[in-house]
């Protein structure tokens, strides 16, 4: 009697085959209305309307309930009893909370980093800083605060630490947010190329407390930006 086998053989025996790996569409929905509320095309506040969106989607609500629930466990969405899903607002203590962590995250990656090849490290954060300086030059604040962005990304992952990298992952949806929020205000261009380039030499020169002051004064000045000063003195 042949036994039976679930998987597949050649002469030599069974297969030693890989998986696959599809993303699915809650995942591909999540995504984009992801991107939406970092954007924000889904602004705050905003209550998200199941049939609608399934009917743009081209989907099912069971695929997109799903997919909005991740949201929801992100921190994006809110859910209130017997009215729906709303994008969150950023309230003033939790974007003070967010800079305090991104704070935490990245003074312990250039720790790490003032450890190993300094120098490569700069040459990569170098040439994000000049993606900054080119946005800065042509007035192009949307491209600076995706550079921004990037470059404080790519500081944490030349930490080499995947779980400083996943700890930053979770920052980085609202970061941006954030960062949406503060390219609409008067921040001269010049500063924030300024200040990442200070940044850069202090990765150079392997300037392990030069970097955490300027790390702990570039999310000060963002803060002092993004809350009013009445609020952020309340609140310290």
């Not at 998200?48 to 994006?76: D, K, N």
């Not at 205000?185 to 300037?207: C, I, K, Q, Y």
Request: aromatic fraction near 2%.
């Amino acid at each position: 009697m042949r036994a039976a086998d679930d998987g597949v053989r050649s002469e030599q025996g069974p297969l030693s085959l890989v998986r696959v790996s599809r993303q699915s569409t809650p995942s591909l929905i999540a995504g984009q209305l992801r991107s939406a509320i970092t954007d924000g095309v889904l602004a705050p506040g905003s209550q998200l309307g199941e049939a609608e969106l399934a009917a743009q989607f081209g989907v099912s609500r069971g695929p997109l309930r799903e997919a909005m629930q991740r949201l929801v466990q992100e921190g994006l969405l809110r859910s209130e009893h017997n009215r729906g899903l709303f994008v969150i607002s950023l309230e003033p203590e939790d974007v003070r909370d967010i800079y305090t962590a991104r704070a935490a995250v990245e003074r312990a990656a250039v720790s790490l980093i003032v450890k190993g090849d300094r120098h490569a490290a700069a040459d990569q954060l170098k040439a994000v800083h000049d993606d900054m300086v080119l946005a800065a030059e042509r007035g192009d604040r949307a491209g600076l605060s995706d550079a921004d962005l990037r470059f404080h990304e790519t500081l944490v992952g030349l930490s080499g630490s995947p779980r400083l990298a996943r700890m930053h992952g979770t920052l980085i949806v609202e970061t941006r947010m954030c960062l949406t929020a503060l390219q609409n205000t008067d921040r001269p261009s010049t500063d924030a190329v300024e200040e990442h380039g200070e940044l850069v030499e202090a990765v150079r020169a392997g300037d392990k407390r030069r970097l955490i002051r300027l790390i702990d004064a570039h999310m000060d000045d963002a803060l002092r930006r993004l809350i009013p000063d009445p609020v952020r003195r309340q609140g310290s």
